[in-house]
C-alpha cells in the first residue's frame, strides 16, 4: 500500500507563504502524475494544482500566479509552493499521487491525511 506523508501547513497571515511537501513511500513501482487538492470549510474537495511526469503543470485559475508545484522523482516527492496567500486560501490540502506499485498492476490513485493551511486576514 502506498503512504503519502505531508508535511508544510500551519497558519499564516494574508500576503505570507507557506511550502507544502508529500512525500510517497519508496515501494512505489512508477509514479504517474501528483497533485494537489484542497477543502475549505463548507465546501467539496476541488484541484489546485497537478503535474504530470512529463512536468506539465495545471493550476486553478483562483491560484495561478501565486501557487507552483513541482516534484522530485527521485525522492517520489510533490511539493506546492504557495504565495501571498489570501483568507480564501484556508483549507485542508490533500496530496494526490496516480501510481502503480508494480509493473503487472494498473495505476490508482492514493491520498494523504491532509494538512491544514489557516490564512488570518
Known amino acids: 500500500q502506498v503512504q503519502l506523508v505531508e508535511s508544510g501547513g500551519g497558519l499564516v497571515q494574508a500576503g505570507g507563504s507557506l511550502r507544502l511537501s508529500c512525500a510517497a513511500s519508496q515501494s512505489i513501482f512508477s509514479i504517474n502524475a501528483m497533485g494537489w487538492y484542497r477543502q475549505g470549510p463548507g465546501k467539496e474537495r476541488e484541484p489546485v494544482a497537478t503535474?504530470?511526469?512529463?512536468?506539465?503543470?495545471n493550476y486553478a485559475d483562483s491560484v495561478k500566479g501565486r501557487f507552483t508545484i513541482s516534484r522530485d522523482n527521485a525522492k517520489n516527492t510533490v511539493y506546492l509552493q504557495m504565495n501571498n496567500l489570501k483568507p480564501e486560501d484556508t483549507a485542508v490540502y490533500y496530496c494526490?499521487?496516480?501510481?502503480?506499485?508494480?509493473?503487472?498492476?494498473?495505476?490508482?490513485?492514493?491520498w494523504g491525511q491532509g494538512t491544514q493551511v489557516t490564512v488570518s486576514s
Open positions: 503535474i504530470t511526469s512529463g512536468g506539465s503543470t
Open positions: 494526490n499521487v496516480n501510481a502503480r506499485l508494480s509493473p503487472f498492476r494498473g495505476y490508482q490513485n492514493y
